[in-house]
């Protein structure tokens, strides 16, 4: 197989390994992610917590969705568990590592879904902040953040709390259904 091939199916690999949250603060991609208040009371982390549970995405320029603020540590069990409530099933999870990355990822292989075409990837990181300083150079466009990588479909970038997830995919009910998995993480 000639390398030009392998190319963008390691980069659509890659990009589905980044799968556990978006980015950002500021202007660029970390407009949407919340903060942890870790000093808060527990009724004060509560309210807050409610407050963004109903947050839902929003679309990025490009059409990379990014949630709304969310809070909290998620397991990446949580998430799995969330992409069910939406009616994707995880048929295997491999290890992933990306280079622009500092931490091991899971690949997530959904059923019914070709791995080929679309690619998820997730992240999770030990806590918001780590995330936020490891991917917060990623900005609403993808294609400018990570030219290097030839896209199999359009790329999607999401995070809330600790997760980074990364989707690739043009698949309308997917990108749905992930950004939803995501908003909705309790």
Known sequence: MKARHIV???AALALVGLLAAACGEGSDATAGS??????ASTEARAAEEDSTRSSAPSEGNNGNTRTAAGAGLYTLDEFVSALGDYGLRVEALDAVRQP???IMGAHLRLTGVNYLKHGLGVYVYPDEAT????SSWLGDDLYQSLPLIEWIATPH????GNLLVFLVSDDGGLVAAVAEAVATLP
């Open 8 to 10: 963008p199916l390691i």
């Open 34 to 39: 919340a903060t942890e208040s870790s000093g």
């Open 100 to 102: 622009f990355l500092s």
């Open 131 to 134: 995330r936020i300083e490891d």
């Open 157 to 160: 970038l999401y995070a809330r």
